[in-house]
């Protein structure tokens, strides 16, 4: 026996706040009746039945939607029949309450990658965050959608000369060392897809393409050098964040903290001890706790330069500064001190490796400049030749 199909207005005999009531679908099969919404509700007026020209309401629009209704509901007891050998019960329209499961969201690499940069805005810090950017934007530049399944060796070398070719501000292409940094920030987000099931391990691009580097040398100051930009002063019409500025390299040097971290400092990252002022901070790179004696460092100058700033009661020891400015004063500061060198403030980095380790040796110079690898502390170590040649001199060869 079929199913009867019949449509019913007001049920319940009771009209809502609009004076509107529900249409439903009423099935009937062996003495056994369900019930099924069309979420169309009309008032008694609207409701005009004439089922022989299947016509239940005035509104055309809306009878079409019963209509739809009947024959979705119709079509899935023929399908039940088909599959059960003729037989049919009314319970098994349940299946069609049942929440229908959820398709995923197919994404691009590019939409992957802006979702992460999103996850990732608390975790990182802002100079990162905006590197990370840059690179979304170049791909986006080259490729404007690219697909999971698109990130092939092909790709990868096309986006390699695309980025070495593209002219920059000085009318040059971009150089192999910032070519390779940006396919290093690839490569994260190639890892996280993977991490993630979007693409196989086996297919990751970067298993085959290597990006080349040039090696640069790493400018640091000498002790002649450092001691000129030491005694360096400025006059009236210089700019007042120079001397900040030169004060800020100069502590760096002094204690080997990253811009970051001296930019960051605060009233309440020193203590006063027995012994002089420490420094006391959670290094924003690492995130990991960091303590220093500043009175113990290059006979306490940098306790000098901690104690000048601290005086003038500010929330940070350094406001009103930041690594592009303080990079492009560095310039100028390196012509006053008359030092033929191109300085950026990570030179300071460099040169305190440089010395620390003829003060106290290369373990502790590593775990000073908080690196997990010795390998990375020997990339900032530099020989004077000045030094060199005199100890060569002085060297006893008959030995």
């Known amino acids: 026996m079929q199913a009867e199909y019949k449509v019913v207005f007001n049920r319940k005999k009771k009209l809502n706040s609009k004076g509107k009531a529900l249409v439903q679908i009423e099935v009937y099969l062996e003495g056994n009746r369900k019930y099924f919404s069309t979420d169309i509700y009309v008032t008694p007026q609207e409701w005009k039945p004439s089922p022989l020209k299947a016509k239940y309401i005035t509104d055309a629009y809306k009878n079409k939607l019963i209509l739809d209704k009947i024959q979705e509901l119709m079509n899935f007891e023929q399908k039940c029949r088909f599959n059960n050998n003729g037989k049919f019960l009314l319970s098994e329209f349940d299946i069609l309450s049942q929440p229908k499961p959820v398709k995923p969201i197919v994404l691009t690499f590019t939409e992957f990658y802006a979702q992460q940069l999103e996850i990732e805005k608390k975790n990182i810090l802002p100079v990162t965050l905006r590197q990370q950017k840059t690179n979304l934007d170049l791909l986006k530049e080259y ?44 490569k994260k987000y190639i890892a996280l897809a993977i991490n993630h099931g979007h693409l196989p391990y086996d297919q990751n691009p970067y298993l085959k393409f290597k990006s080349k580097k040039e090696s640069v040398n790493k400018a640091w100051l000498s002790n002649q050098e450092w001691e000129r930009l030491e005694n360096l002063t400025f006059d009236s019409q210089s700019t007042p964040l120079i001397e900040l500025v030169k004060d800020m390299f100069l502590f760096s040097t002094y204690t080997g903290l990253r811009y970051s971290d001296v930019h960051n400092l605060k009233k309440e990252s020193f203590q006063n001890t027995e012994e002089g002022l420490e420094l006391v901070i959670t290094a924003m790179k690492t995130n990991k706790p960091f303590r220093l004696p500043l009175s113990h460092l290059f006979d306490g100058k940098p306790q000098e330069i901690a104690n000048k700033y601290l005086k003038r009661n500010k929330d940070r020891l350094f406001h009103g500064i930041t690594n592009p400015k303080a990079n492009k004063l560095i310039k100028e500061i390196a012509k006053l001190a008359k030092i033929n060198k191109y300085l950026t403030f990570h030179t300071s980095r460099h040169t305190f490796a440089t010395h620390m380790v003829h003060k106290v040796g290369l373990l502790y110079a590593q775990s000073l400049l908080q690196h997990g690898d010795i390998k990375t502390t020997s990339g900032y170590l530099h020989v004077d030749l000045k030094e060199m040649f005199e100890q060569l001199k002085s060297t006893d060869w008959k030995k």
């Open 143 to 186: 490729c404007p959608v690219i697909a999971f399944e698109d990130l092939t060796y092909a790709l990868i070398e096309g986006y390699d000369q695309f980025l070495k070719s593209r002219k920059g501000r000085d009318g040059n292409g971009m150089k192999l060392n910032s070519v390779d940094k940006r396919h290093r920030q690839m």
